[in-house]
């Protein structure tokens, strides 16, 4: 793996911006408006945060599935699956019942936001009230678009699982073997047709997650030659310079789906790439910064709920007692416990390996069971 350490530092620090530009949505703009400069600035941080995020996750799911064919003589994407369950999903159950306890307390105990979180003085708010129905917890788990209210940050998941199972399909296509190679075959097909759909909605992540992928290809399967991207770095600069001079606010994310947006996106995306990658420029500092990838995921899929719980116990209070000291203090206080809090679930659910080991006795159990039935 290209300077593991190096790669987990980015992504940490990408979820700790993510959290900021949430902490900053949730807690100023209701004081400051959202047409303020510091929207602006970090609306810019956040977008580009995801955008570190679908980069790094094409690079290292590239990588996976070719030190997985590498070592196995030919794409087994059983191991794939179980890896990608068993990374996924115990953070997202976990993120799933903090939603549910935090509902429901809001709901039994009346807090503000139950009915509505804007007070007559507020200039945005970040939700309209606490929504979550029960159903969504399924929707969710087949990654189809549930929870968003409470959680809003889960869409990109569900844009990330579709693009590990269309990678999947693909190396099965190109490098599964064996007896039931055919008919692995015409399910890549179906499931490369029934995901598409989903995936043209978000084509500028996608090609974003490809991006990082093409540079797994090109850095560790030597695809084609290195000296092959300094001409795509050049146009890449001469492009995002351009695009920061005359129309910067086409690298906001609501501008990312436009011609001209994904034009400016994809090419600070390769810089992002080349700049993570390739050149690692400032690797020593940045690699210091390693140890938030312990919680990186969790922290992402489990602040957004836990920022509007601690919105609706304070804000009433700032709106009447207002106070930049106040502000800044509930911020501050809301960001640590937001880290410890996600620290600690990860602690219990970001254990890749045993729950690796867990879903293989399972399915060794669940299958010994079918065999023993049909004798």
């Known amino acids: ?122 200039l945005y708010v970040i939700r309209d009230k606490f929504e979550f129905r029960y159903r969504e917890i399924g929707l969710s788990l087949l990654m189809r678009g549930g929870a968003l209210d409470m959680n809003g940050p889960l869409w990109s998941l569900y844009v990330e699982v579709k693009t590990y199972l269309l990678a999947m399909f693909v190396a099965i296509l190109g490098y599964h073997g064996g007896k039931l190679r055919r008919i692995g075959q015409i399910v890549s097909v179906i499931g490369i047709i029934s995901i598409l759909p989903d995936l043209i909605h978000n084509f500028t992540y996608v090609a974003i997650w490809t991006l990082g992928g093409i540079f797994a290809l090109v850095l560790q399967g030597n695809v084609v030659k290195r000296s092959y991207l300094k001409p795509v770095y050049g146009v890449a600069i001469l492009i995002f310079l351009f695009c920061s001079i005359m129309a910067p606010s086409l690298f906001m994310q609501q501008h990312i789906f436009t011609g001209a947006g994904f034009t400016a996106s994809i090419a600070f995306s390769i810089i992002l790439a080349g700049f993570m990658f390739d050149w690692q420029i400032g690797a020593q500092i940045i690699s210091s910064f390693s140890g938030t990838a312990k919680y990186s995921y969790t922290l992402y899929i489990v602040h957004f709920p836990l920022l509007l719980f601690a919105f609706s116990l304070t804000h009433q209070f700032l709106a009447s007692n207002f106070h930049y000291g106040y502000l800044v203090g509930v911020c501050g206080l809301t960001f640590v416990v937001i880290i410890w809090i996600a620290q600690t679930i990860a602690r219990y659910f970001e254990n890749k390996q045993y729950f690796e080991s867990l879903i293989r006795k399972t399915a060794c159990w669940s299958l010994g069971l079918i065999a023993n039935f049909r004798k």
């Open 1 to 122: 793996m290209h300077n593991i350490r190096l790669l987990d530092s980015f992504r940490g620090l990408a979820a700790i911006a993510v959290l900021s530009d949430h902490l900053c949505a949730t807690f100023l703009l209701p004081f400051l408006g959202a047409t303020s400069s510091l929207d602006v600035a970090m609306g810019l941080l956040g977008s580009w945060a995801v955008i570190i995020f679908f980069i790094l996750s094409g690079y290292l799911i590239t990588s996976s599935i070719l030190y997985n064919i590498k070592n196995n003589g030919g794409f087994v994407w059983q191991d794939y699956l179980v890896s990608r369950i068993a990374r996924i999903y115990p953070p997202l159950i976990a993120s799933l019942v903090l939603c549910v306890i935090i509902f429901w307390i809001a709901n039994h105990f009346n807090l503000h936001g139950k009915q509505a979180f804007r007070l007559p003085t507020d």
